[in-house]
């Protein structure tokens, strides 16, 4: 396929292998206990702080192969001096097998 190509596998690898080391590490520690909250001192200021909302995910999408070439496609349509060979060798053929039976 070629380099660009790899730097992907390599790149989807590299992302799978960090998600899978990041999930053993939270995994391994334990749950730690929860703190009482503070009351907030002023609510305005609470309530101007936003949180940023998290970017979905892109979807990936399955690479479509291309159909495979036919003769006509890449040779281009052929004559008419072609398709009488290509006729006669079928006849022979088929004659060659009907005197086998």
Known sequence: ?????????????????????????QSEKPAPAK??????ASTAKSSSRKKAEPKPKPV???E???????????????TEKEEVAENEE????SSAEEAEK
């Not at 479509?64 to 349509?77: C, H, I, M, R």
């Open 90 to 93: 079928t006849s022979e053929t």
């Open 60 to 62: 990936q999408a399955k």
């Open 1 to 25: 396929m070629g380099k660009q190509y790899n730097k992907l596998i390599k790149r989807r690898r590299r992302s799978a292998y960090l998600a899978r080391r990041k999930a053993a590490l």
């Open 35 to 40: 703190k009482a909250k503070k009351p907030a």
């Open 64 to 78: 479509e192969v291309a159909e495979k070439a036919s003769a006509e496609d890449v040779l281009g349509p052929a």
